[in-house]
């Protein structure tokens, strides 16, 4: 039996858009958990001492939580990848847009 995609849609990417799907899913959910380690043991605001101390007394939590504030930030690029795929076929300028406003900001927050 064959699957039919929506109109337009180049058969082989279902794959991709499976990816995009769980990669946004997985993507709020690491950050949810992130937010969760930065609540139960929130590090100091202010002052370079503090901070290491708080590292030091905190390893685990610390490197977990950067790890989740950081390595999530590639699954976007996977569902601006699908969003692009997707809006090809119908308009050249949707796509362009996609761009601009959906990977363009991760891409800066990376860069900084």
């Known amino acids: 039996m064959k699957r039919r995609g929506a109109p ?3 058969p082989g990417w279902g794959l991709l858009y499976l990816t995009a799907g769980a990669s946004s899913i997985l993507f709020v959910l690491l ?10 043991a929130p590090p100091p605001v ?3 001492a503090a901070t290491l ?10 490197v977990a939580e ?12 996977l569902v601006f990848t699908a ?6 076929p119908f308009r050249k300028s949707l796509p ?7 990977a363009l900001p991760w891409a800066l927050l990376l860069a900084v």
């Open 8 to 10: 337009g849609t180049r």
């Open 31 to 40: 950050l949810i958990a992130a937010l969760v380690l930065d609540f139960l």
């Open 46 to 48: 202010h002052g370079g």
């Open 53 to 62: 101390e708080f590292i030091a007394a905190n390893k685990t939590n610390y």
């Open 66 to 77: 950067q790890v989740l504030w950081i390595l999530p930030n590639i699954l976007p690029v």
């Open 83 to 88: 969003l692009f795929v997707g809006l090809m």
């Open 96 to 102: 362009l847009i996609a761009l601009i406003f959906g």
